[in-house]
């Protein structure tokens, strides 16, 4: 049989095998475009759409997946971000500005004349000497302010969060503002890190924000976009 088979095959050809199709599975949304404005208040469409995937693919890989986990996480980062509207801190204080938020280190109006309206001059001041950063005269401290949808800052966390999505985001901090994907891993990463699925589950609101915030600062508008969003999600 076999000098038959070689026969037909030196004559016809080998027998081309159709290459298998690669099955692609369908995309899961944790929730739609029209649920994100509406959770968003309506507010800044195009910066939904903006992370609108990344937030979808991104959020389900750190397990952020019911409706509880959602509305929390999205109600802590459309606050940071003041509704998407800001990938960076904005460090644009007046001088009367910076004696309310930084008295520490704003102790009189000469001082805080002298740094007022310059947010590098004014990042190097705040965030010198800690959270992994050298000193003023090093730049570190706004070379590593707050990115992202959770604001992440200092040289320590930059490095931390780096090598923990294999990003060099200290060579490349940047990168937070300029790719959605990174802006949201580094929000998840943070969410992660500090074990917030947790206080999720048990909807408790304010231990999440003080450990994104220090504080409650801005908890009504947080539990106001949390509580729109369980609405939205629970529908």
């Not at 706004?142 to 060099?168: E, P, V």
Request: proline residues 3%; contains cysteine; hydrophobic residues 30%.
């Amino acid at each position: 049989m076999c000098w038959i088979c070689d026969m037909f095959t030196s004559i016809f050809g080998k027998k081309e095998e159709k290459p298998k199709e690669e099955v692609v599975k369908p995309k899961t949304y944790l929730f739609s475009k029209e649920d994100l404005y509406k959770i968003n208040g309506g507010l800044n469409k195009n910066d939904c759409d903006y992370y609108y995937e990344a937030l979808n693919e991104v959020m389900q890989e750190y397990q952020i997946n019911t409706p509880l986990r959602i509305s929390h996480f999205l109600a802590q980062i459309l606050h940071e971000s003041g509704h998407f509207k800001y990938k960076s801190e904005n460090l644009n204080y007046s001088a009367a500005g910076l004696r309310k938020t930084f008295p520490k280190y704003f102790t009189n109006d000469v001082i805080a004349n002298q740094y007022a309206r310059k947010p590098e001059k004014i990042a190097n001041r705040v965030y010198a000497n800690r959270m992994g950063n050298g000193n003023e005269a090093s730049d570190d401290g706004f070379a590593f302010r707050g990115r992202g949808l959770i604001q992440l800052t200092g040289k320590d966390n930059y490095t931390k969060c780096g090598q923990d999505l294999n990003i060099d985001l200290v060579k490349n901090p940047d990168l937070i503002t300029s790719d959605p994907v990174t802006c949201v891993k580094t929000a998840c990463w943070f969410w992660n890190k500090n074990k917030l699925n947790t206080y999720a589950d048990n909807d408790d609101i304010k231990t999440i924000t003080r450990k994104i915030n220090g504080g409650v600062n801005g908890l009504d508008s947080r539990t106001l976009i949390c509580n729109i969003a369980k609405g939205v999600l629970n529908k």
